[in-house]
């Protein structure tokens, strides 16, 4: 089975852009989360959805930063408009949701300018 | 409020020497799990080893094992036999609740440099 994909792997933008991060589970699991690097602040999570609907969205940083979970095997995290403090590396995961392996994506690298 | 807390930033360990990674966490729950994952330069995280809090024997994959204390919320990562391909970043997770509800913690790392 293919693990979690996530897209893009990089991207650069300038302040103030609109930046969509795209997530595609591990079929079967029912938990998706977004986690964010970097290395002042570690890996921080950020929201994590069960069967498609939000369950904790507390570590979003503020109101320009939103996910959605349409359907089982879909996910995006929208940041607008995006600043520089907003770089880092933003990792998507998945599990079956009964406390298995936590199974991460390979990371999209933003850099905003 | 779960935490888990990692306290050594970076340690070094000589080529085929042991080295331990201290890891503690905080938790009211009795039913919780615990990992090490593993991420090197490329950033990949990678599952090192995972211990549900209800067994009493210590988990164990080939090289890593780990030292897992409940009463004293302790979970350290012993490698043996330490090879250059360990070097990387190593985090402590912790995860536990009701089914549906997992959220799963991480600590700051631990960078571990392996010296040839």
């Known amino acids: 089975d293919a693990g979690v994909i996530q897209s893009p792997r990089h991207e650069v933008t300038e302040m103030g852009q609109e930046v969509t991060l795209r997530c595609k589970p591990i079929?079967?699991?029912?938990?998706l989360f977004w986690y964010r690097q970097t290395m002042m602040r570690g890996l921080e999570l950020l929201i994590y959805?069960?069967?498609?609907?939000?369950?904790?969205d507390s570590g979003m940083p503020e109101d320009r930063f939103s996910a959605k979970m349409p359907n089982a095997s879909f996910s995006t995290l929208k940041i607008q408009p995006s600043e520089p403090r907003d770089s880092a590396v933003y990792f998507c995961?998945?599990?079956?949701?009964?406390?298995?392996?936590?199974?991460f994506g390979e990371g999209s690298w933003l850099t905003v300018v | 409020a779960q935490t888990v807390t990692q306290s050594q930033p970076e340690m070094s360990v000589q080529e085929a020497e042991t080295v331990t990674l201290s890891c503690t966490y905080d938790?009211?729950?009795?039913?919780?799990?615990l990992f090490w994952y593993k991420q090197p330069p490329s950033r990949q995280m990678i599952l090192v080893i995972r211990?549900?809090?209800?067994?009493?024997q210590n988990a164990t994959e080939n090289r890593f094992s780990v030292n897992f204390q409940k009463a004293a919320k302790s979970f350290s990562l012993k490698i043996s036999d330490s090879q250059l391909g360990d070097a990387a970043m190593y985090f402590c997770?912790?995860?536990?609740?009701?089914?549906?509800?997992?959220?799963?913690?991480f600590g700051t790392g631990t960078r571990l440099k392996v010296l040839a």
């Open positions: 995961a998945s599990e079956t949701g009964s406390g298995n392996t936590i199974y």
């Open positions: 079929s079967g699991h029912n938990s």
């Open positions: 959805f069960n069967n498609n609907v939000p369950i904790d």
């Open positions: 938790t009211s729950e009795s039913d919780y799990y």
């Open positions: 211990q549900e809090a209800y067994k009493q």
């Open positions: 997770a912790y995860t536990g609740g009701m089914a549906g509800t997992y959220k799963y913690i």
